[in-house]
């Protein structure tokens, strides 16, 4: 099992870009598609951006299509989010998760993720 540290939230504009890093321990972190997801306050955690094993794959939430990058790097152990164009509504605290599974449709889904980092705190002003 990954244990999970993200970093590189803060307080930004409308408008700004961010970009949020993940670091993994251990040696196993190709065996685990990745994935970012985010919790506002009051609300449920909600799917970001996923990423495969390899790379090659890389899956968006609608809200964030277009804006945001997932990527990774398998020697490094690091999968990160860039975030352009950020606007107030991605005020959350994004968490990136590790899912052991196979199945594409279950990278969307938080229950499916066995391991979680802490967060980091992303504000949006307006």
């Known amino acids: 099992q990954v244990q999970l540290v993200e970093s590189g939230g803060g307080l930004v504009q409308t408008g700004d870009s961010l970009r949020l890093s993940c670091a993994a321990s251990?040696?196993?972190?190709?065996?685990?598609?990745m994935g970012w997801f985010r919790q506002a306050p009051g609300k449920e955690r909600e799917f970001v951006a996923a990423i495969s094993r390899s790379g090659g794959d890389t899956y968006y939430a609608d809200l964030v299509k277009g804006r945001f990058t997932i990527s990774r790097d398998n020697a490094k152990n690091t999968v990160d989010l860039q975030m352009n164009s950020l606007k107030p509504e991605d005020t959350a605290l994004y968490y990136c998760?590790?899912?052991?599974?196979?199945?594409?449709?279950?990278?969307?889904?938080?229950?499916?993720?066995?391991?979680w980092g802490q967060g980091t705190q992303v504000t949006v002003s307006s």
């Open positions: 998760g590790a899912n052991p599974t196979y199945l594409s449709l279950s990278y969307r889904r938080s229950r499916d993720y066995d391991t």
């Open positions: 251990g040696r196993t972190f190709s065996t685990y598609a």
